[in-house]
Structure formats: structure tokens, C-alpha cells
């Protein structure tokens, strides 16, 4: 095996440092990119000289699959919104995969798909083999033998997504009204912009641009180093709450005076005292998306506010559109 040349170049976004990496294998280059989590550029040196070192302590024998998550762990769990979550994910799959690296076969993983079909939906054994595709590419980067397997063709057709949504702004109101004063912000920031939740606990003061009333964010795309620029006009409404917002740090919306680490325990608690049949967060931006289409009728529009980059994923929600044009045509021609 031809020896590898570790690369990174490290730039900024905000105060923090991240880091690009770009490393030689024999068959091109493997990318990524990640946060260093300092805004101090030696400890992001230190940083990622960690991230390219292969580890002293490999364990002896044939390295097992328990070991091989609790690497990817190890090196990893600083880039995790939820790490707990992600180290019951390896812990689960652990026990659902072989014993051992080497066993890691095309006929395991498929073993693997049919087990996991019986309990959980195709986007969840995405997920799950996310996390094995993450732990054979840490474990190359490091230095390991890996299994010659590719995991991104074991990944399944997901069906059309059947959108979910709250029928009016009466109902959201209602679960605004019974959240945590921390939390209402967040609520009306979702639902008057579409972001995701990752931008909402991620959003900083310098992305408000009050004097412009825009709100500029960067999204994922692996396409774009260091993240896509997705712009959302700010209302006037939601530009008087955030102005209302007090400034603790660099991020809009804290709990306690730190930033909000999740919201899952604030949102489950607002939907259960307002009374309102459970839906995820996440259903607040498919509740903007449609009531923009349902408003407008032009599906750019809100592709370029919920910062599609691609069109098709936006026609999700054209089916809110058919649904009233057939009962239109059926009041009309009943």
C-alpha cells in the first residue's frame, strides 16, 4: 500500500476553527471536513494532528467490532450534536453485526438489512449503515485493515415521504404558549423560516443581519468547503422577537445561559401541556414549506427559503397542492 501524505487546511467560521482534510489513498482522495472546537489556531494544529495519527494502543489480535466502534467513538465524539445517542447507535449495532472486523462480509451486511428490516424503516438502516460506513473510514484513515465492502451500495430506497403538518398558526400558537420562555423563540424562528434544527441550535448573532432583515446561515453540502450560504428574509414579526433575544454569548438562543444542546426535551414537554397530538420538531419546517406552497403556489419560492439545493426534494410538498386542486374540482363538479 502506497504510503499516505495526511493533508488539512484549516479555516474559519466565526470565532471557531475548522478543518479541511484531504488525504491520498490509492484510489484518489478521502475528504471530509470538521469542527475543531477552539478558537485558538494551536489547539486546532493539536487537533487535528490528533485526528491524523494513527493510535499507539491498537488492540492485539483481530480487532473486533466493539473495538472498531469504540475508535470511531473515541476520535468522533466531539462532532456529535448528541454523543450519548450515537454511543447506544455503535452499541446496538455491535450486537448486530459479526464478532469480528474481518468477518464483515457483503453477505453480514445484507444478513444485517433483513434483521433490521423486521423492526425499523429504510431511512433508519441508512442511518445505521452510515455509522459502519463512518467507523471503516476512520478505521482507514488510522491505518487499519479494513474489509474491501462498500457500504453506500447496500443503502435502500426510501418511499416518497409522506409530509406531515399542523393545520394552522392556532395550533402552533397553542404550543408556543405552553413552552419554556427560553424555548418560544426557537418555536417561532422554526416556523417563520423553515430551518432545521441543526441551524436553529447552531444559530449565531452574526448570521442576523437586522440592518438587511436576513438571516444568513451555511448548510451541509459536500459540495461546498466549509458549507453552502442559504439566505431567509427575516419578517417583522420574528425580527422583534430575536432583537428581544438577550445577547448571554455568539449564539441567539441559550437555556440557563448556555446554548441549547438539544430541544427535544423542551418540544416534547410544549406538544404534551398544550394537548396537541404528538409530531416531531422537525414537523415545523415541513408546516412552513406547506404553507408557503399552500400561500403561493410556487414551488422555487420555497425551495430557495428552506435552501433546497436541488428542486426535487422540494416536489415533496407539492402533493398539498393536489390534494386542493382535486377538492376544488370535486366541490365544482360534485
Known sequence: MAKRINLYRLYKRGETWWAYFSIPTETGHTRYRCSCHTSDKKQAEIFCREQLTPTTNKPSGKLTIGEAFGILYETNYHNYSRPLEAKRKMSLLKSLLPTYLDELTPQAITEFINLRRKHVKNATINKDLAFISAML???????????????????????????????????????????????KPVIYTAIYTGMRRGNLLKLKWEELDFKNNLINILVKDKTVEGGRLVTIPMIPKLKRILQKQPKINEYVFNVDGLPFKDYRYFWKRAIKKAGVKYQNFHTLRHTSATWILQETGNIKIAQQILGHKDIKTTTKYAHVLADEKRDALLKVFS
Request: aromatic letters at 10%; one cysteine or more; proline letters at 4%.
Open 137 to 183: 473510514n476512520k478505521l482507514d484513515l488510522l491505518g487499519y485493515n479494513i474489509p474491501n465492502i462498500k457500504i453506500n451500495r447496500f443503502k435502500l430506497k426510501i418511499p416518497a415521504e409522506n409530509v406531515k403538518y399542523f393545520d394552522d398558526m392556532d395550533t402552533v400558537k397553542k404550543i408556543i404558549a405552553n413552552a419554556d420562555d427560553c424555548f
